[in-house]
């Protein structure tokens, strides 16, 4: 590890009361708490782009559209459009 890395990891356990390993544990989770979350974000746009691009997908979410649109308007409330009764 860089001498300065050393230096300011030291001081800044010592500020905190901790150990610097106990700080380089602490740092190394945060990091790989930040990248495992962007690893599932990037996988999730992935998917989505998948799913913009599949013909097959694109249809039965059109079919669930016209299945939910029919059920909802039979609803009395027309909670869906902020008009109640």
């Known amino acids: 590890m860089p001498d300065d890395l050393v230096e300011e990891s030291t001081r800044l356990a010592n500020r905190l009361g901790i150990t610097q390993a106990q700080l380089m544990q602490q740092a190394l989770r945060h990091e790989l708490t ?46 869906w459009n902020g008009h109640s009764h």
């Open 34 to 79: 930040i990248i495992e979350r962007e690893q599932e974000r990037r996988a999730m746009a992935s998917s989505v782009r998948a799913m913009r691009d599949d013909p097959d997908y694109l249809e039965q979410a059109d079919a669930l559209d016209q299945e939910f649109a029919e059920v909802i308007a039979d609803e009395p409330e027309a909670w």
